[in-house]
């Protein structure tokens, strides 16, 4: 009989290992033939996570009011802040930056995949990337051949606006034109391919439709899922629009959602997608319609976050801290589910450093090079400060049908049945997760950055 434990690693070994090889291609993925001897070879994978689109430069500034509501008067809103360059202490790497940023911090080897322009944002997306240890592929094989093209091959950049009550408000060109931003790119080029194939995870989120094609989209899922890389897929608030657009929008998020490895959702998009209130009946919902999803990731904002499993649900509450800032701790929790994934830690390890990454980022101001360090997360994880609210959980619980194993992280019980849930201690986790960074840090191939 196998145990719980033997039951997770052989659930993640599938999650690791899982690879089709059966997908034909289109050609306007760019990819000729499943028979092209490029995909035959799935080659060795020394890169821990690539992201796909979505690089822009954030513009953070203070403003008395946040942008109006009706697009023409918010479009004439950003080009006035467009037409005085700010200075660039109010510039921050943004987009997927901050989930690539995050995970170096967590000593994974990382790759952005994306179009910059050669102006000077795009220069100092490249340099913050560079500074940060991080990869950069450009989606374009001659980028030197658009230098002095029109703006819609710039840099995308997003105007962050903070109001006097710490409200965010956001607006990029992306927000005032029926095409994505670069609908131009039309193809995988072979460094791109090359950057998915070396990867263990591809990460692609919603607002990546803001800059590309569905169709381009899609075709770099069905590359990853020909080479055997993973694919994590977080649509963020996009996917209710995204459910609700153009045919081939619809497409390709249903693809998505069905050919990812792992899903991440807040509650509320859970709902929107599934009809379901119920956070855990709602990702249950999405695992079962999922050919390759294994996991589905809720995150419950205060509360903590849930993994489920076809063989189980994992819980763990959140950290209390004072929030200052959300920006970017969604983006940080991909991150660290990734380091989680990449070093097969047990699920309720994962969701516990996910929660400590997203909870430290939100200590700080804005995202970027703001998100949290190693130190400050594990500084977190081990004072055990959980906000536990046990009767939250039954409550979640009671709701559902479920004749799976629950586990919850816990400083309150020692691996003891509590009615709807096995309690995982805290303790335990601690020592276990603090056990592999201290093996990482002292390792010359996975060091581990402190700051």
């Keep these: 009989m196998i145990n719980d434990e033997e039951k997770e690693k052989t659930g993640h070994e599938t999650l690791v290992n899982n690879c089709s090889n059966s997908i034909n291609f289109s050609e306007n993925g760019g990819i000729r033939s499943s028979n092209d001897e490029n995909l035959g070879n799935l080659g060795v994978k020394n890169v821990d996570i690539a992201t796909l689109g979505n690089l822009c430069v954030d513009i953070v500034l203070n403003v008395p009011h946040l942008p109006p509501k009706l697009k023409p008067e918010r479009e004439a809103y950003m080009l006035n802040l467009a037409s005085s360059p700010p200075d660039k202490q109010y510039w921050e790497a943004g987009g997927q930056c901050n989930t690539a940023i995050a995970a170096a911090r967590l000593g994974l080897q990382c790759t952005t995949i994306g179009h910059v322009g050669s102006e000077i944002y795009g220069q100092f997306l490249r340099?913050?990337?560079r500074e940060e240890g991080i990869s950069f592929v450009e989606m374009v094989d001659d980028p030197d051949a658009i230098r002095n093209a029109s703006e819609a091959y710039n840099t995308l950049l997003c105007w962050v606006l903070v109001d006097p009550l710490q409200r965010h408000g956001f607006c990029s060109r992306a927000d005032f034109s029926e095409d994505p931003a670069f609908n131009w790119i039309k193809d995988l080029t072979r460094n791109v391919k090359l950057a998915i194939k070396q990867s263990r995870i591809l990460v692609i989120n919603g607002y990546g439709f803001d800059d590309h094609t569905p169709g381009f989209i899609a075709s770099a899922l069905k590359y990853a899922v020909q080479v055997g890389t993973s694919v994590f897929f977080d649509p963020g608030p996009k996917g209710k629009s995204l459910s609700a657009g153009t045919p081939d929008e619809q497409m390709a998020l249903n693809e998505l959602l069905k050919m990812s490895d792992v899903v991440l959702l807040t509650s509320d998009?859970?709902?929107?997608?599934?009809g379901i209130r119920n956070p855990i009946l709602a990702g249950q919902e999405l695992l079962k319609n999922g050919l390759r999803c294994k996991w589905v990731i809720i995150k419950l904002g205060s509360?903590?976050?849930?993994?489920?499993?076809?063989?189980?649900?994992s819980c763990a509450p959140s950290y209390e801290v004072k929030v200052i800032d959300t920006v970017g701790c969604g983006d940080s929790f991909v991150a660290a589910v990734a380091f989680g994934f990449v070093h097969?830690?047990?699920s309720t390890n994962t969701l516990a450093i996910a929660n400590a990454v997203g909870a430290a980022t939100a200590t700080g101001c804005g995202a970027g090079r703001n998100v949290a360090c190693l130190a400050k997360t594990t500084q977190l994880i081990k004072s055990g400060n959980l906000n536990e609210d046990h009767k939250f959980w039954r409550e979640l619980l009671d709701e559902c049908m479920i004749d799976q194993e629950v586990s919850l992280l816990s400083n309150e019980a020692l691996?003891?049945?509590d009615g709807k849930f096995r309690c995982v201690p805290l303790e335990r986790v601690i020592s276990e997760i603090s056990g592999l960074i201290s093996t990482l840090e002292s390792s010359e191939i996975g060091a581990v950055p402190t700051s």
């Excluded at 998009?269 to 599934?274: F, P, V």
């Excluded at 509360?303 to 649900?313: A, E, H, P, R, Y």
């Design 415 to 417: 691996n003891e049945f």
């Design 269 to 274: 998009e859970a709902e929107s997608l599934t």
């Design 127 to 129: 340099d913050v990337l």
């Design 344 to 346: 097969r830690l047990p």
């Design 303 to 313: 509360k903590g976050s849930v993994l489920i499993t076809m063989s189980g649900i």
